[in-house]
């Protein structure tokens, strides 16, 4: 996996934690849904949780690759980072996202907590480089 630098953390948290997550249904056909980072784990994980049935999650369990965007409107810039999405079953971190959603005005509970394992990560900030990732983990 790829690690989540400082500069990009720093970002998500100037960002209220709001990020943009892109996925596809089995047939293609795109999403994208705005998203609290509950947790990120050892640099290389972004912790979600889902309070509602929704789009992202069926697309995920369908395929599971995934890009998040955090974006920087004010320096026109930021990083798409790329991976892939699972689906989180430990105790401890299920009740840190559902503390979390509580903290930020969410009612009820997470019906489930995912993470994306982070493969690339690219630039947003327009430039010939954002065609090329910054760091990969394809080789």
């Given at each position: 996996m790829v690690k989540v630098s400082d500069e990009i953390v720093q970002l998500i948290i100037r960002q209220g934690n709001l990020v943009l997550v892109g996925?596809?249904?089995?047939?293609?056909?795109?999403n994208i849904s705005p998203r609290y980072v509950m947790a990120i784990l050892d640099d290389e994980k972004i912790i979600?949780?889902?309070v509602y049935l929704n789009k992202t999650y069926s697309n995920i369990k369908s395929w599971s690759k995934v890009t998040v965007a955090v974006v920087d409107s004010v320096n026109r810039s930021g990083f798409q980072l790329k991976g892939e999405a699972e689906e989180i079953n430990d105790p401890e971190l299920n009740a840190q996202a559902?503390?979390?959603?509580?903290?930020i005005g969410f009612k009820g509970e997470p019906i489930?907590?995912?993470?994306?394992?982070?493969?690339?990560?690219?630039?947003?900030?327009?430039?010939?480089?954002?065609?090329?990732?910054?760091?990969?983990?394809?080789?």
């Open positions: 996925s596809v249904d089995v047939v293609g056909i795109p979600f949780a889902d559902a503390k979390k959603l509580k903290d489930r907590v995912w993470g994306v394992n982070i493969k690339e990560i690219y630039s947003i900030k327009p430039s010939e480089k954002s065609k090329e990732p910054m760091i990969s983990a394809y080789g």
